[in-house]
């Protein structure tokens, strides 16, 4: 019993002695804001009670916790993002019908009473804005089974549906042939239907078969392959070589904040930036992945990021005025986007001569203007030099795409983001 009172004496002599250094080593350093006169004021009260206190699960004590979002670098992204999926669908059986007699006593020739069975459940693809990417597509689905029949008539219960939910702006083929273009907020496509409910011994009920034995099995599910793909939906596209300033250009009059770096093919996934005006207008832009020449053979990172372009109902041609003979990117743009889909250029379109705070760009900026008879506009995306006009002449593209075209037609896309 002594020896456990001069442990426990120890214990407290312990800590009454390290809360004095603590108190006094923060008195010497002179905290800050409220929490030198607090201490003070505390240490005073503990000498004149001869009581000291410590407590490690103050606020004092505690590690400083900054929370910070990372954000996700591009390749990260990459993984995230999927805009081609191949899909096997196989929709759900029918339930089998049910072959039984009705039992009752007193009631010896009751007849058939075996009910009919469920149906199997469809598949249906749906679009939901909330979904950006592919990448929650399973590549393969099946429905659920209608329920049996049962005895007295009962029928069997039918599955429910079965959907999957895809991006606005999804592409379903088969075979290579489209079949269903997806580009409105819940808008449904019914890939595949459920089997029938196979009959049960009541159905073949008649005069001439008054105890039929007969009941039929569900029919299977209806089974395809099919091929989603998602196509970028905004109304303007950033068009140009890798390594052109499209990333830095749509950081400048966007929201968004793509990869921004030295090297070609930073952008290896397209974005897409909402220009907000002062009318509470919204105009998307999407940046599309640098094209080199022969992107239309699959080369570079080809067809599986030109036919993102098809969505957009105006173009942006985003040149570089640091190189030579910058109108000669023009036409090799214009050449890659005929030969992947003819008439592609024909579309509104406006060129951005980009990087003009480099050494340069004003002699290459007359020269291009004397090649091209089309309207340029001079912008720096690093300096933000005259991206104002290039956001006027946005609005100006957008709003005549919805005079000419935009309301009422049944576009495939979107008058209003």
């Avoid at 459940?121 to 804005?129: M, T």
């Avoid at 099919?226 to 140009?240: I, K, N, W």
């Avoid at 105006?314 to 008439?343: A, H, K």
Wanted: aromatic share 6%; glycine share 12%; with cysteine.
């Amino acid at each position: 019993m002594l020896t456990t009172l001069t442990k426990f004496q120890s214990r407290i002599w312990f800590i009454q002695e390290m809360s004095r250094i603590f108190a006094q080593v923060c008195v010497r350093n002179e905290f800050k804001g409220s929490l030198l006169p607090g201490l003070k004021r505390n240490l005073a009260a503990q000498r004149k009670t001869g009581i000291m206190n410590v407590s490690t699960s103050s606020a004092w004590c505690a590690k400083p916790r900054i929370s910070k979002k990372k954000e996700l670098s591009e390749k990260k992204l990459t993984r995230h993002f999927v805009d081609h999926r191949n899909v096997k669908l196989l929709a759900g059986a029918g339930g089998k019908g049910a072959c039984t007699f009705h039992s009752e006593p007193r009631k010896e020739w009751g007849g058939p009473d075996g009910g009919n069975g469920g149906d199997g459940g469809n598949i249906i693809i749906k679009v939901d804005r909330q979904v950006k990417s592919l990448a929650q597509v399973a590549p393969v689905y099946k429905g659920d089974d209608g329920d049996s029949g049962g005895s007295k008539n009962c029928y069997g219960r039918n599955a429910s549906t079965t959907y999957i939910a895809v991006p606005v702006g999804t592409v379903v083929k088969e075979q290579g042939k489209t079949v269903a273009d997806l580009s409105q907020h819940n808008q449904e496509y019914l890939a595949v239907f459920g089997g029938a409910g196979g009959k049960g011994n009541r159905f073949f009920l008649s005069n001439e078969n008054r105890a039929p034995m007969t009941a039929t099995p569900g029919e299977g599910g209806q089974e395809r392959v099919l091929q989603l793909e998602l196509r970028t939906m905004a109304h303007a596209g950033l068009v140009g070589f890798p390594n052109a300033g499209k990333s830095s250009l749509l950081r400048a009059i966007s929201n968004a904040r793509p990869a921004v770096a030295a090297y070609p093919f930073t952008t290896l996934n397209p974005h897409v930036g909402i220009v907000n005006y002062r009318d509470h207008e919204q105009v998307a832009v999407a940046d599309i992945p640098g094209i080199i020449c022969g992107a239309h053979l699959n080369r570079g990172l080809g067809i599986s990021f030109l036919r993102h372009i098809e969505r957009c109902r105006f173009l942006l041609f985003v040149l570089d005025l640091s190189s030579p003979e910058p109108w000669t990117q023009l036409q090799q743009l214009r050449y890659e986007l005929d030969q992947y889909e003819p008439g592609l250029t024909h579309r509104p379109h406006a060129i951005i001569a980009n990087k003009m705070d480099l050494p340069g760009a004003r002699g290459n900026l007359e020269a291009l203007r004397g090649h091209v008879a089309h309207r340029v506009i001079p912008v720096s995306a690093l300096t933000g030099q005259n991206t104002e006009e290039l956001i006027l002449h946005l609005r100006e593209l957008y709003d005549g795409y919805l005079q000419t075209n935009g309301q009422g037609s049944g576009q495939d896309m979107p008058t209003r983001w």
